[in-house]
């Protein structure tokens, strides 16, 4: 074998052992008080970092679909989808993962309803935190003061703008800015 080729198939290798990039949904919920709901992650990457509900999209499943499934199979709350606000690149270095992050709102359909812990084994449990409680932890974590960090496509969320409030609608507002993505079976009928 030639050394070209020896590179060639080192380097194809390489390639191989890259594990794919994968897209995550990150469903950020807000109270009456202007709260978001958040928990403590536990086992996976990111572990013991503060993260909103959320998880992958499974093959075949719309955005809008896992944001409502991952909100119930983690807290029991049933939630209308509203739409995506940002989006962020989220590179674990040390776990060697990589994803692309849509962060969707969503409404409680009851507003008095209470999250439950459904996962004990993947979050602590659920708080709601004001996003000035949010950007304490960041900043802390940042300077060094504190241990206790977010989940890096929230860290990477803050780096995007400081104020989430001017991502979200007020009340009864629709934002056109909003990040539109259309349902999997929309695009095929676009297609044919």
Known sequence: MCIEQATAMATEKKEEE????????????????G???MGKRIGSHGANTWQFPGGHIDHGETI?????????????????????????????????KHYITLFSLCAMKDPNAVPVLMEPHKCEGWF????????????????????????????NLIKQTRNIHHLLPKKGEVLSRWLSFPDAPQVAELEA
């Open 64 to 96: 809008t679909e896992c944001a409502v499934r991952e909100m119930k199979e983690e807290t029991d709350l049933d939630v209308e989808f509203k739409g995506i606000f940002a989006v962020t690149n989220d590179v674990f270095v040390q776990e060697n």
């Open 35 to 37: 709260e978001f709901l």
């Open 18 to 33: 890259k594990p794919p990039v994968r897209v995550g949904v990150s469903t950020v919920l807000m109270n009456g008080k």
């Open 128 to 155: 709601w935190k004001s996003w000035d409680d949010v950007l304490k932890i960041y900043d802390a974590a940042q300077s060094g003061a504190s241990a206790e960090r977010l989940f890096l496509p929230i860290e």
